[in-house]
């Protein structure tokens, strides 16, 4: 099947908007970093089409299981890598990058992150630096632990963590906590010092596509499309993802 590219959008759009509203749901199945700006833009998409959307998935695995089980998938939003080795999601389209971020305990000095320079002096004269344990199956984890095994961080006190790695931040096992920006801006017990500068990588390339098993793979694509639309690039800029391709 051919899915219309993102030239057509507004051809979809308009089709929809003539066609009596669809009873049936679309669902986004994506991870908690995405969830925030997919969150936003399916109520856009809800107002504009009358097409409900449920947003659903979680963690990585949570993810896998439910296209394992054959559960209600319209859409999935994972990394790009992730997403590649499925075969039962088609028609991939680049989403966006997401930043690794550097957290604090809300009330907590926040340390200046803005250069590399400072960023590692950070890291280094921190107690504890959490992160994902690369073992759990997160897309963050190796990313973080690859750049923190670099040498510009030896003497870094490295603390792997089975969860999220902000909780290290509220056992007092860590004083910083390195988790995927959208993430931590959504946690209110938590400060963002800013993302990790550009010179480390360390970002993870996120990409959408259509369930095998979706009934509206249509309607499916004017989801993907309308998200990933120049319009989109604000909605996700303030969630911290920066869209394929728009400028920083």
């Not at 604090?104 to 950070?122: C, I, L, N, Q, Y």
């Not at 017990?189 to 098993?213: E, K, M, N, Q, R």
Request: aromatic share 4%.
């Amino acid at each position: 099947m051919q899915f219309p590219g993102r030239s057509s959008l507004a051809i979809l759009i308009l089709t929809l908007l003539a066609a009596p509203a669809s009873s049936a749901t679309l669902t986004v199945l994506t991870p908690a970093s995405a969830a925030p700006g997919v969150a936003a833009l399916a109520k856009q998409f809800t107002q504009q089409t009358g097409i409900p959307v449920t947003v659903a998935g979680g963690s990585r695995g949570k993810i896998f299981a439910a296209l394992k089980a054959g559960g209600p998938a319209d859409v999935v939003i994972l990394p790009t890598g992730d997403l590649a080795q499925l075969p039962t999601v088609t028609g991939m389209t680049p989403l966006g990058h997401i930043a690794v971020g550097v957290g604090v305990k809300a009330g907590a000095s926040v340390p200046d992150v803005s250069t590399p320079e400072k960023f590692r002096a950070a890291l280094l004269a921190a107690r504890g630096v959490a992160y994902a344990d690369p073992s759990a199956g997160t897309s963050a984890g190796p990313v973080i632990d690859r750049m923190l095994s670099g040498p510009d961080f030896k003497g870094v006190k490295r603390v792997p963590v089975q969860g999220l790695a902000v909780t290290a931040l509220t056992s007092g096992r860590a004083d910083i906590a390195l988790q995927m920006v959208p993430e931590l801006m959504a946690n209110k017990d938590v400060a963002l010092a800013g993302p990790v500068p550009d010179l480390y990588g360390a970002s993870v390339d996120f990409a959408g596509g259509i369930a095998t098993a979706s009934l509206d793979a249509v309607n499916a694509q004017a989801f993907l499309s309308f998200i990933t639309a120049p319009a989109a690039v604000p909605v996700w800029k303030v969630r911290g993802v920066t869209l394929m391709g728009a400028i920083p």
